[in-house]
């Protein structure tokens, strides 16, 4: 029942599947007596039973009491009616049931919302959003993933009853989050529903309404930022990334004697309020640090030509450098076409010249030069930072083109009739 019977009907197989019955959870213990049980869900009904290593839940039809944490019921109570059971569900396309003959059950239309795409709650959709706020970030991420509609009713109670979501764990709203941002109607769930993003990052609202007059964008600040997700690949880092690169231009907006709006120093503020965003609802170190460095260098102008580009790919790494350019690239699909065009050509060139590089595996970094520390040392250089100086020196030289990336080559360097090279 629930979410695997709900894939089957989409087409889609189930992760795994959620078993009920009208046993009670003793009935159940005794039906697999000799088999391994896991009993920690004992209390809502649910037994595991392990079988071939595999877990099985299995768990008794129930009815729910009044949720007072706004997350979980304050009871159960056990029943042997399915349909109870299901009416305690959040969407109809979650509470269809399919018997072992291959009978469904639906009695609240599931199987038809998901025939027309359609997101409907169970019963009164106040109800529902009030028993859990989770619910609310949960229709939207079915919104973006699938892209069904949300049904008017249920889309006028998310919005009535957002304020639910403050009584959410910060790790519960992330993962809805995340995966919302990743759907393929990401960017049509983010212009509905600002309303209900701005209840767990407030620091949206000023971007919501941030007009930008100025002759690079044709649309205001949210919406450009909608584009800007839409434009990025499917990636949490990318479209994490898009949606907070400029969070930071409603502080740094200014206008000009002629009536163009500018944002000098967006950039920085945006990285800045990014990371305090992100370490709110709690994201790894990893994602955090990699999209608040995407967000801080999405505006940096980096010149076409293979020096510019060896350093930037020594100073980020491959894997950053070419989210950079998705970065950069997404971020001009969002702007005047006519006056980026020629930019966003020269992304593309400049990709092609980044993947020549890599495969070619010329020396952007320290790890790719023909000499390392040990070679400084041996050619007189103390232990210490000169060292790592040197070696800087000698880098800068190589990615310039000034001289190559010889072994040889750069141990003469280092052993020059007159001496060492110090802080080359």
Not at 331 to 346: F, H, I, P, T, W
């Amino acid at each position: 029942m629930g979410g695997c019977v709900r894939d089957l009907l989409r087409g889609v197989d189930p992760h795994d599947w959620d078993i009920c019955t009208s046993a009670r959870p003793e009935e159940t213990e005794h039906c697999f007596a000799g088999h391994r049980l896991i009993k920690t869900g004992l209390k809502h009904g649910t037994v595991t039973v392990l079988e071939d290593g595999e877990p099985y839940e299995i768990t008794t039809y129930r009815t729910e009491g009044p949720y007072s944490d706004s997350r979980r019921p304050d009871y159960v109570e056990f029943v042997s009616s399915l349909e109870a059971d299901l009416a305690r569900r959040d969407f109809t396309m979650n509470a269809i049931a399919l018997g072992l003959d291959g009978t469904m059950r639906d009695p609240f239309g599931g199987a038809d919302d998901i025939k027309a795409g359609r997101i409907r709650c169970v019963g009164k959709p106040a109800k529902r959003f009030q028993e859990d706020g989770l619910r609310v970030m949960r229709a939207l991420r079915f919104g973006a993933v699938f892209g069904y509609e949300i049904e008017e009713g249920t889309t006028w109670a998310i919005h009535e009853n957002r304020h639910m979501l403050k009584h959410v764990a910060a790790e519960r709203i992330n993962v809805e989050l995340c995966k919302l941002l990743v759907g393929s109607k990401a960017g049509e769930i983010l212009r509905q529903y600002p309303d209900v993003l701005c209840e767990f990052w407030p620091e949206l609202g000023p971007l919501v309404t941030l007009e930008q007059n100025t002759p690079w964008h044709c649309w205001g600040g949210w919406e450009h930022t909608i584009h800007t997700v839409e434009a990025a690949p499917s990636d949490l880092i990318l479209r994490l990334t898009m949606l907070l690169h400029d969070i930071g231009k409603p502080s740094c907006k200014s206008t000009d004697g002629n009536g163009i709006d500018h944002f000098y120093g967006h950039p920085t503020v945006s990285a800045k309020l990014a990371d305090q965003m992100l370490r709110a609802l709690k994201f790894d170190n990893r994602t955090r640090e990699r999209v608040v460095a995407l967000v801080e260098r999405h505006d940096v102008q980096i010149p076409c030509r293979d020096r510019s580009i060896r350093k930037w790919l020594g100073r980020l790494g491959p894997e950053t450098f070419f989210q950079l350019l998705e970065v950069k690239r997404a971020d001009g699909m969002g702007q005047s076409y006519e006056l980026v065009k020629d930019r966003l050509a020269e992304l593309e060139e400049m990709r092609a010249k980044a993947e020549e590089i890599v495969a070619q595996g010329q020396c952007f970094s320290l790890k790719d030069l023909a000499v390392n520390g040990r070679d400084v040392i041996a050619a007189g250089i103390a232990p210490g930072p000169e060292v790592g100086r040197v070696l800087n020196g000698l880098l800068e030289r190589v990615t310039s083109g000034e001289i190559t990336n010889e072994r040889e080559t750069l141990l003469r360097l280092l052993r020059p009739d007159d001496g060492p090279l110090i802080g080359m």
